[in-house]
């Protein structure tokens, strides 16, 4: 593969639209990458986030993304030629410059994307990476590829961030173009091994507002018995711009955030299950 163009990895925040930044990569070194796990695509990295895991976080976005969530605010890191070709050895140097800071302020690295496991190889060498520096490491997944991690694996995650979108099955495939069972069946994984997931629900009128689904799911997270944290996450019209740069059809519109009793109704559902939720 030839090295790649030297432009900043680090971006003001997620919301920078990125495309083509490895366009000339080859189908066949894109597929190589993926096998070795020694190059990955990153759409970038953000610094200083006190939203993606505990403490203050540096975030790896990597791009690729197999669901298509009618909501998704970031749906340049669908395309993995989308994010930019970089070594294990740039990221985890990369992530080196803070790890000093990420310590003091009790936080570390969130892998998040687009879906990280679309690219498992090169995630779990960059959280190992981490964790050898001792940074506390973080997974932010659709959990659809699940079945990429072994259980041995899991030790590399201190903790997974997992989307839990639609319960109804036939509406999740609606709202993500995807079956939840896979989702299901990593979180029950996770359970089984006693691994801490942070559940995060996203709030969207008209879409996942139903108070019986979302109950479902409340039911599903408490039984699991490893949930400490769900986070209801209100929809925003953040990523508007880029479904409309990338020339894709985006049926949100004219959808509204949802109105802070309606997030607080979602959350009390979450509490009235025993979850801890805000
Ligand atoms: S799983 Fe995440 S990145 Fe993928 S389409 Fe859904 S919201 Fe977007």
Redesign the pocket.
């Known amino acids: 593969m030839a090295d790649a163009e030297p432009i900043s990895l680090v971006a003001k925040n997620p919301y920078e639209l990125r495309v083509d930044l490895g366009a000339r990569v080859s189908e066949g070194d894109v597929r190589a990458a993926l096998a070795s796990g020694d190059m990955g695509f990153l759409h970038s990295y953000t610094t200083g986030s006190a939203v993606d895991g505990p403490g203050v976080r540096v975030v790896a976005w990597t791009s690729g993304?197999m669901?298509?969530?009618r909501?998704?605010?970031?749906?340049d890191?669908?395309t993995m030629r989308n994010g930019y070709p970089v070594s294990v050895t740039q990221a985890s140097e990369e992530l080196r410059k803070y790890r000093q800071g990420l310590k003091v302020m009790s936080g570390g690295l969130t892998v998040s994307?687009?879906?990280p496991l679309m690219q498992h190889r090169f995630v779990l060498k960059l959280l190992n990476a981490a964790k050898g520096m001792g940074v506390h490491t973080t997974i932010e997944t659709?959990g659809f590829l699940g079945d990429q991690l072994t259980d041995a694996d899991f030790e590399s995650i201190d903790l997974v961030m997992l989307?839990l979108k639609k319960w109804d099955p036939e509406a999740h495939k609606e709202l993500?173009g995807r079956e939840i069972g896979p989702t299901l069946t990593l979180a029950r994984r996770l359970a089984a091994r006693k691994r801490p997931i942070w559940v995060r629900f996203v709030l969207v009128p008209g879409l996942t507002d139903d108070r019986d689904d979302i109950k479902r799911i409340a039911e599903f997270a408490a039984g699991l018995g490893v949930v400490e944290r769900v986070e209801v996450l209100p929809f925003h019209q953040m990523g508007r711009f880029k479904w409309k740069e990338l020339g894709i059809k985006y049926h949100l519109e004219k959808t509204e955030a949802p109105t802070t009793e309606a997030a607080e109704n979602a959350c009390e559902v979450f509490r009235a299950a025993g979850l801890n939720a805000n």
């Open positions: 993304c669901w298509r969530c909501y998704c605010h970031n749906p890191t669908w994307g687009g879906e659709n989307g993500t």
